[in-house]
């Protein structure tokens, strides 16, 4: 159980243009859904933090009119960056956490490519 | 606010040897904590995770971890390594509050030669 999925795994895009990506929980229902960017050799570090139905929480630093954040149910969230450049490049991965878990589910990630 | 500290980016060990993955933890509040492992281009996968009760904590492929609150630390042991262990490892702190956000320790990527 607690599956978290997304998609697509990998994504190259020209810079100016928007991507979305999805985030699903599986099977389960997940109540706050996690938006982190991983760079090379790095941690990660939390983007946003979405509660269903809710607008996103930033994090500090973390534009919210670039990274667009939509959890409209309770199985899926979406990431749009939009208006992409070179530098928005990383691992996007999200985590999903049902209500009453301790724990986030992670999804398996998404490389973006911006050339 | 909450701090994680994994000391040493890189670890090495032989195959066959024990491996010692050093966490330590800042937090105000009693903490959950959190061993992730993530693989080459790969997600995030739970290894193991405390909460309340038993200190000693064991998880998946052979791993556990002990909460020394004295000490705030949640160290990740496994008796025997496998070649199969390599990857990046993450140990994560978080409070009962709020959304419940998790905060990662930068990682040590784990070596295992033949």
């Known amino acids: 159980g607690a599956v978290v999925s997304q998609h697509p795994s990998r994504v190259i895009c020209k810079s100016g243009t928007s991507v979305k990506i999805e985030c699903r929980s599986l099977d389960f229902q997940a109540t706050t859904m996690f938006w982190y960017r991983q760079f090379p050799k790095k941690s990660l570090m939390l983007m946003a933090t979405s509660n269903e139905g809710s607008k996103a929480t930033y994090e500090q630093g973390v534009e919210k009119d670039k990274f667009l954040i939509n959890h409209a149910s309770l199985t899926l969230s979406t990431l749009t960056v939009t208006s992409a450049h070179p530098e928005d490049s990383s691992f996007y991965i999200c985590?999903?956490?049902?209500?009453?878990?301790?724990?986030?589910?992670f999804g398996p990630g998404t490389r973006l490519l911006v050339l | 606010a909450q701090s994680v500290t994994q000391l040493g980016s890189h670890v090495s060990v032989s195959e066959g040897a024990l491996v010692l993955l050093r966490c330590n933890y800042s937090?105000?509040?009693?903490?959950?904590l959190f061993w992730y492992v993530q693989y080459p281009n790969q997600g995030l996968q739970l290894l193991l995770k405390y909460t309340t009760g038993a200190t000693l904590v064991k998880g998946i492929n052979g791993f556990e971890a002990e909460f020394k609150k004295s000490e705030t630390s949640f160290h990740l042991t496994k008796p025997s390594a496998h070649m199969s262990d390599a990857a990046e490892y993450f140990c994560?702190?978080?409070?009962?509050?709020?959304?419940?956000?998790?905060?990662f320790g930068k990682g040590t990527m784990l070596l295992v030669s033949p």
């Open positions: 985590s999903a956490k049902g209500q009453g878990q301790e724990t986030q589910y």
């Open positions: 994560a702190v978080r409070t009962n509050s709020g959304y419940s956000t998790l905060t």
């Open positions: 937090s105000s509040v009693p903490p959950y």
